[in-house]
């Protein structure tokens, strides 16, 4: 079966500090998706990574996904108020024998980050 | 931007009764998916439906649930007699293909259904 570890699983920082979560698991994923959920609002993608070492910049953000595409970072810089919400991994593919599948997301269960003013 | 929509927002509902939980996908999307998160817990996959069929499903998705596509736009999730357990955020997703990259995930804002 495949998990994703998130760590931290909760973040409290003063806005213009910089941070780190990560997202960890022991299978291998075809690809991994970043998403932020906000309450009471679905889930939207940051970004994809697929290939092995990836780095990605989304503005403040930069996602990397492990040369072994078995884990992935996200890094924040200068957090802002702004980006205080739920922070979710999640992979799909990977082996058929651990479960995966190019149908379905496995999702970890999130960093939630709060960036004070 | 396109958006996926579900209705109703919140559905409350008694232990045993059958709910309907609907969703209409982004139009020129094809695979179509319900995932639910419980309260403090983690996102997790229901069902994937394609090409008017469901592709895959986890264990959650017993013969409690179905899904269904009537009518070319609309996507449900049925089930038939609910339990306390089944108390959850269920978000509908939907994406054109299966490519990672040019087929991301789409969400709606969920149904929050509390059963009593």
């Known amino acids: 079966t495949q998990l994703l570890e998130q760590s931290p699983q909760f973040l409290s920082i003063q806005e213009g500090e910089n941070l780190t979560v990560y997202c960890n698991s022991s299978?291998?994923?075809?690809?991994l998706q970043w998403y932020r959920q906000e309450p009471g609002e679905g889930p939207v993608l940051l970004v994809t990574?697929?290939?092995?070492?990836e780095v990605k910049k989304l503005k403040r953000l930069t996602f990397q996904f492990g040369d072994a595409r078995k884990d992935s970072s996200l890094h924040i810089t200068a957090a802002q108020p702004g980006d205080t919400g739920l922070y979710l991994c999640a992979g799909s593919g990977g082996l058929l024998n651990s479960g995966g599948s190019n149908y379905k997301l496995t999702f970890g269960k999130g960093t939630l980050l709060t960036v004070n003013p | 931007e396109p958006e996926v929509t579900q209705t109703p927002s919140h559905q409350v509902t008694q232990m045993g009764q059958e709910v309907i939980l609907r969703c209409v996908p982004i139009?020129?999307?094809?695979?179509f998916y319900w995932y639910r998160q419980i309260l403090g817990q983690k996102v997790e996959f229901l069902v994937s439906f394609y090409n008017n069929e469901i592709s895959e499903k986890s264990e959650i998705f017993d013969d409690q649930f179905s899904v269904e596509r009537p009518d070319g736009s609309n996507f449900t999730l049925k089930i038939r007699s609910t339990k306390l357990e089944d108390s959850a955020m269920y978000f509908c997703?939907?994406?054109?293909?299966?490519?990672?990259?040019?087929?991301?995930?789409?969400f709606g804002n969920g149904t929050r259904l509390t059963v009593t």
């Open positions: 299978s291998v994923f075809s690809s």
């Open positions: 139009s020129n999307h094809l695979y």
């Open positions: 990574v697929v290939t092995g070492g």
């Open positions: 997703a939907s994406r054109r293909g299966v490519g990672a990259y040019n087929s991301p995930l789409h």
